[in-house]
């Protein structure tokens, strides 16, 4: 499974960024699409996930901010950022969960200038 992650950029704070991450390869019961992200110097922490026919859920430090969704019928999960902070700069990963195993991509820099 490839993972294809893109949309980062650089973006001014109170703006908004569309991040697009699209599984490829041997998919198979793709029961997860979700989002990390790393800072420099930071771990990487836990943004959103997509599961199954769940709803979507994002970390409770980013709701009302940030929002995933995913299309299904294209293995593409998505997540809206509104109303960056120059503390959402960081890499942001995407990362799923198949009957193959775990996932990562290669990861999208995202860069909030103040």
């Known amino acids: 499974v490839q993972l294809q992650a893109s949309g980062g950029g650089l973006v001014q704070a109170g703006g908004s960024l569309r991040l697009s991450c699209t599984a490829s390869?041997?998919?198979?019961?793709?029961?997860?699409m979700a989002w990390y992200r790393q800072a420099q110097g930071k771990q990487r922490e836990f943004v959103g996930a997509?599961?199954?026919?769940?709803?979507?859920n994002v970390a409770n430090s980013m709701m009302g901010r940030f929002t995933i969704s995913r299309d299904g019928a294209k293995n593409t999960v998505f997540l809206q950022m509104n109303s960056v902070q120059p503390e959402d700069t960081a890499v942001y990963y995407c990362y799923a969960m198949s009957y193959y195993g775990t996932h990562w991509g290669q990861g999208t820099l995202v860069t909030v200038s103040s």
């Open positions: 997509a599961r199954g026919g769940d709803s979507p």
């Open positions: 390869g041997r998919i198979r019961d793709m029961n997860v």
